[in-house]
């Protein structure tokens, strides 16, 4: 996931990892064996791009991905003398090189990678590591600096999963019917901590971190590819994209955070809206009896970037989603976030009362700033004063920190 | 096909009591209804029973026999079921109809299959 300054070669980069991921989901099927398949395909693509600089890329990349990944698999079985039935028989199917696979088993054996690596006998934090090793291809390394862990650590706890999978035969299969809502969601869910891990990511850390916002998004763009009817997949990808649409405005020149009120919308990305709002559409009309929280969420964003102004958003909308939202994922920010919209439309008060019954968000830094931007609104200078001050003295990132002690220092001069 | 062994976690109960018919009943019921995959298993006595057995200095050192479990811990290894299952989420499904599930957990662990010499 290094971006090279040539955008040729970044694209070359871009085209191997995303085919590369393809060929591994069929070569862990063929030789039902995770760290064979992806020391093959790493082999294959490390070849790829030595050779396509020179020969060009060949029109069929897959097929030489999968050639090459292949041979390497054939030789690593052939190298290790302990190899039983099971691994003989994979050389036989790899030596046949039955490469014309029919798109649904392509598309299946995507699936399959997906579930697997999201599967819920993995810890949390391991399938978010090994999605992005496994799904997106990122070296171990960089999934280290991606997700803060030292590099021996990440290793560390790859290779346990990659043995747990191998060891307990962690099935690589789509999950049945009764069981996908349940496993998509935990598919879903590992998405999105990628995109908001790198959505959260400040100016001045490394790169890798506000990628992942783009590696998020590719990973909600291949499960709706692989599953274009699921409420939850449709949410999801709408969601993402929705709130990358903001990014250009979402940082002032100085890298400080600029709030959804004050963003100059000029600058959010009209075509990501686009593709958003389609989605949520459609989600919508999939889901009509018990809405997805992800498309819910969604439908809120798309609100916020259809209003040509902070002042002329649709609050009634926007308040009525949040009912729905607390229908079906009722938490206290999601409260805290309907207290906020209570404000715009019902006036200060009305959204203090909302804020001031809300319990278990005591340690959470937004809710005292909410509470405090209410008062200042309804001129009681000095209690949003004490609120700010409560809001800061509480654990938080460094940006968010300096952000309301500005908001505090206007507070103290209203 | 892979094979699991099954380790029920429980209060430290005597299962031979009277009052655990009920349970005990259960436990029939899901080994009827697991016959085919189960492989092998058995049910323990409570920890008061139970003998920690070291050996200090290496091997052929002082034997030493402690009273009581390895882990002092609510929840004690009460027994467990040898499975032979297609594959995690076969053992995760199976695992979940013990009534240890419910009145305590399971732990599933892989059985290691070392190569024939």
């Not at chain 1, 097929?63 to 052939?78: E, F, H, P």
């Not at chain 1, 400040?202 to 783009?214: F, I, K, N, Q």
């Not at chain 1, 209410?374 to 409560?390: P, S």
């Amino acid at each position: 996931m290094t971006r090279p300054s040539d955008p040729a070669r970044a694209a070359l980069v871009r085209l191997v990892r995303d085919e590369g991921r393809r060929v591994l989901a069929t070569l862990v099927r063929v030789t039902g064996d995770l760290q064979l398949a992806e020391d093959a395909v790493q082999d294959a693509t490390v070849r790829a791009l030595e050779a396509w600089p020179r020969t060009g890329v060949p029109p069929e990349p897959r097929a030489w991905l999968t050639l090459a990944a292949r041979r390497r698999a054939i030789d690593l079985l052939r190298r290790e003398s302990a190899r039983t039935g099971k691994e003989a028989e994979a050389v036989s199917i790899l030596d046949r090189g039955d490469s014309e696979d029919a798109p649904e088993v392509l598309r299946d054996d995507m699936l399959r990678l997906i579930f697997t690596c999201c599967h819920p006998s993995l810890s949390f934090p391991t399938r978010v590591a090994l999605a992005l090793r496994t799904l997106c291809g990122l070296s171990t390394a960089e999934v280290g600096r991606a997700l803060l862990v030292p590099e021996a650590t990440m290793t560390k706890r790859l290779t346990r999963a990659k043995e747990k999978i191998r060891t307990a035969a962690i099935p690589y299969r789509v999950p049945a019917d009764h069981e996908l809502p349940d496993r998509l969601l935990g598919v879903a869910a590992v998405v999105y901590l990628l995109f908001n891990e790198g959505y959260s990511a400040t100016a001045g850390e490394d790169p890798l971190r506000p990628a992942l916002v783009d590696e998020a998004v590719r990973l909600a763009r291949l499960l709706h590819e692989v599953m274009p009817g699921e409420p939850s997949v449709l949410g999801l990808l709408a969601l993402m994209l929705l709130q990358d649409s903001r990014r250009e405005a979402r940082h002032g020149p100085d890298g400080q955070p600029v709030l959804l009120a004050e963003q100059d919308r000029r600058r959010w990305r009209r075509d990501l809206i686009a593709e958003g709002v389609v989605l949520v559409g459609a989600g919508l009309r999939r889901c009509p009896d018990r809405p997805d929280p992800y498309v819910v969420q969604a439908a809120i964003a798309a609100c916020h970037a259809l209003a040509p102004t902070w002042e002329e958003t649709d609050w009634t909308a926007v308040l009525s989603w949040y009912d729905v939202l607390l229908s079906v994922h009722d938490t206290p920010v999601v409260r805290l976030n309907r207290a906020v919209a209570v404000g715009e439309l019902r006036g200060g008060l009305a959204g203090l009362a909302e804020l001031d019954v809300i319990r278990g968000l005591e340690g959470y830094p937004l809710w005292h700033a909410a509470r405090a931007e209410l008062l200042l609104r309804l001129k009681r200078a000095g209690e949003a004063r004490t609120a700010f001050a409560a809001a800061l003295a509480l654990p938080q990132n460094g940006v968010q920190h300096a952000h309301l002690s500005r908001r505090l220092d206007a507070a103290a001069s209203a | 096909m892979p094979q699991y062994v099954a380790f029920t976690y429980t209060e430290d109960l005597d299962w031979t009591a009277p009052e655990q018919a009920d349970v005990m009943v259960e436990y029939d019921e899901f080994g009827k209804a697991a016959a085919a995959i189960i492989r092998g298993g058995a049910a323990l006595y409570p920890t008061t029973t139970a003998t920690t057995v070291r050996v200090q200095g290496g091997k052929g050192g002082d034997v030493l026999s402690s009273d009581g479990p390895y882990a002092e811990t609510k929840e004690v290894l009460s027994g467990f079921y040898l499975l032979e299952c297609t594959d995690l989420d076969h053992a995760i499904a199976t695992a979940a109809q013990l009534p240890a599930a419910w009145l305590g957990a399971v732990e599933v662990r892989p059985v290691i299959t070392f190569p024939e010499r």
